[in-house]
Nanobody, 115 residues
Framework: VQLVESGGGLVQPGGSLRLSCAAS????????MRWYRQAPGKERELVAR????????VSASSVKGRFTISRNNAKNTVYLQMNSLKPEDTAVYSC?????????WGQGTQVTVSS
């Protein structure tokens, strides 16, 4: 199982970024995918999750209306579109999948929101 995130970077408040997570080593279309984030000194937070088909999504209240999770099962990729970014969104963002009760994580991608 391999998860590889990309798309992070430095953005000004109010800006946008699109994160991608390319998955391999399992049948991507069979599994729920999640995005988490962890800011320095804070606990890891579930940002959003998406059902295997992509038809059902759930987002944290802190990002609702600003972030959108989506997936392309043909490309084995899950996305996180982040709009109206705030300094408090600064964190390392990681994608996650649970296979047979085991958590798998990518290496994470840094998102920094600052002027």
């Amino acid at each position: 199982v391999q998860l590889v995130e990309s798309g992070g970077g430095l953005v000004q408040p109010g800006g946008s970024l699109r994160l991608s997570c390319a998955a391999s080593g399992f049948t991507f279309s069979d599994y729920i995918m999640r995005w988490y984030r962890q800011a320095p000194g804070k606990e890891r937070e579930l940002v959003a999750r998406i059902s295997s088909s992509g038809g059902n999504t759930v987002s944290a209240s802190s990002v609702k209306g600003r972030f959108t999770i989506s997936r392309n099962n043909a490309k084995n990729t899950v996305y996180l579109q982040m709009n109206s970014l705030k300094p408090e969104d600064t964190a390392v963002y990681s994608c996650n999948v649970i296979l047979r009760s085991r958590d798998y994580w990518g290496q994470g991608t840094q998102v920094t929101v600052s002027s």
